[in-house]
Nanobody, 114 residues
C-alpha cells in the first residue's frame, strides 16, 4: 500500500506563493496518475490538478494559470507550485492517485489571508 506525506503548506498573504510537496512510497507511483486535492471547511474534497505518468497535466478552472503540478518519478515526488494565491484557496491540500485512491495522508494546511 502506498503511503503519502504532504508538506509545504503555511500562512501566506493574498498574492503570495507556496510550493507543496508530496512524498510517496511504493513501486506503482511512477505509472499512476496523481492529483492534488483540497478540502475547505464545510466543503467536499475537490481535485485541483493532476498529472499523468507521461506528464500530461489538467487543472480545475479555479486554479488554471496560477498553479503548476509536476512530478519527479525518480524520487517518487509530486509538487504543486501555487502562485497568486487567493483567500478562497485556503484549504487542507492532499495528494493521491486519481481514482482508485490510495490511503489518504494527513494533508498540509494552506491559509491565505486577505
Amino acid at each position: 500500500q502506498v503511503q503519502l506525506v504532504e508538506s509545504g503548506g503555511g500562512l501566506v498573504q493574498a498574492g503570495g506563493s507556496l510550493r507543496l510537496s508530496c512524498a510517496a512510497s511504493g513501486s506503482t507511483f511512477s505509472t499512476t496518475r496523481i492529483g492534488w486535492y483540497r478540502q475547505a471547511p464545510g466543503s467536499q474534497r475537490e481535485l485541483v490538478a493532476d498529472i499523468t505518468s507521461r506528464y500530461s497535466t489538467n487543472y480545475a478552472d479555479s486554479v488554471k494559470g496560477r498553479f503548476t503540478i509536476s512530478r519527479d518519478n525518480a524520487k517518487n515526488m509530486v509538487y504543486l507550485q501555487m502562485n497568486s494565491l487567493k483567500p478562497e484557496d485556503t484549504a487542507v491540500y492532499y495528494c493521491n492517485a486519481v481514482y482508485p485512491y490510495w490511503s489518504w495522508g494527513q494533508g498540509t494546511q494552506v491559509t491565505v489571508s486577505s
